[in-house]
């Protein structure tokens, strides 16, 4: 027990002095940065019981901590003196409650508007980093503030006070009465904490989808949906780019088939006049994983009008793949053209002559 009094000395006297509630403060702003930063435990639900304190309540009430070092009652021998009343100058805890989630609410955003024209833009480490070291400075202010005012003045959360009030209630109740409802309150207590905790290791799945779109590189070569290639020559080639996104909340394995299509319409109709196969990919993605390859497409026939169809399958397609049953289907309207007779069009005309 010595030794450990030692040591506990040979802290610096405002860290053996920070108040309780401060240093709580002080271990949920390390907690929080733990549990993003920390590899393995920024995959478990502790990130987000850590951040949702952190961004709801801590640096609010650090904040209202410093502006209101005051308790918010005064003994009663400082209450009333022959020169009148004297009225508190701190809130009380009801309203430092209050004032920490409202105060909380409007300085994560503040900061995140700041962080916006920062080229460290609005992003998690930024975010962490920045809202944990304004918090840990208001601790400092209002530590600061609350040693300068006599002991009996400064706030103190009541922590004995609330501890021997419940073992009291809970260990020595006055009625049978009032011990079925202290077992009654404890068990919903239990069910609750048990219900939130579950839902936040178990969240519930949303919408299982898969996403399955094409691009174009862009001139500045970024991928865009926009200003896909159209007009093509019979044994040249185009660019794009196909992606698939799982979202199925589950491993998945894909097919992805390519085919040029000579199609024709009538009566709200589409029959498939021709066909030759261009491109056939597998992949296996997990959930939220994302493949995109860019890829030539060299067409094999000519005409006006021919469909470029893209058909995506998890796991292997039918014998006959058909628009109608992939389970995801994009389509580009081409114009390819032989080349011959596009040759033919560049060359010039020969003029007539005379002997």
Do not use: C
């Not at 435990?41 to 904040?63: D, H, K, S």
């Not at 460290?120 to 400075?137: D, K």
Request: hydrophobic share 45%; aromatic share 8%; net charge negative.
């Amino acid at each position: 027990m010595r030794g450990d009094s030692r040591w506990w000395m040979l802290l610096p006297a405002p860290v053996r002095e920070l108040p309780a509630d401060l240093a709580v403060v002080i271990v949920a702003v390390l907690a929080t940065a733990g549990s993003v930063f920390i590899p393995g435990v920024n995959q478990t639900p502790l990130r987000v019981v850590f951040g949702l304190a952190f961004v709801l309540f801590v640096p609010g009430y650090a904040l209202i901590s410093a502006l209101f070092p005051e308790a918010g009652e005064l003994p009663e021998e400082d209450a009333d003196t022959d020169s009148g009343e004297r009225a508190p100058a701190g809130i009380d805890g009801i309203e430092r409650v209050a004032l920490s989630f409202g105060t909380s609410i409007a300085i994560v955003p503040l900061i995140g508007l700041v962080l916006n024209f920062t080229p460290f833009g609005i992003r998690l480490a930024p975010i962490v980093i920045s809202v944990g070291g304004i918090t840990l400075l208001f601790v400092a202010v209002a530590a600061q503030r609350r040693r300068a005012l006599p002991a009996s003045e400064q706030f103190q959360v009541p922590y004995e006070t609330w501890l021997a009030d419940a073992r009291v209630e809970l260990l020595e109740p006055d009625t049978r009465t009032d011990a079925a409802l202290n077992v009654l309150l404890a068990v919903s207590v239990i069910i609750a904490v048990s219900a939130v905790g579950y839902a936040v290791a178990v969240p519930q799945q949303g919408e299982s989808f898969t996403e399955f779109y094409l691009l174009t590189e862009g001139d500045d070569g970024e991928l865009v949906a926009d200003d896909y290639p159209t007009e093509y020559t019979r044994g040249e080639t185009g660019s794009l780019v196909v992606g698939v996104t799982n979202q199925e909340h589950e491993s998945a394995q894909y097919t992805v088939l390519v085919q040029l299509q000579r199609v024709e319409v009538a009566n709200n109709s589409t029959t498939v006049l021709e066909e030759s196969r261009l491109n056939r990919w597998q992949v296996q993605l997990a959930h939220n994983e994302t493949w995109r390859l860019q890829h030539s497409v060299t067409p094999e026939m000519s005409g006006d009008r021919l469909r470029l169809a893209y058909l995506l399958y998890k796991g292997s397609p039918p014998a006959e793949p058909t628009v109608d049953n992939a389970y995801r289907e994009l389509h580009l309207w081409i114009n390819v053209s032989d080349s011959s007779a596009s040759l033919a069009s560049e060359l010039p005309s020969a003029a007539p002559h005379s002997r």
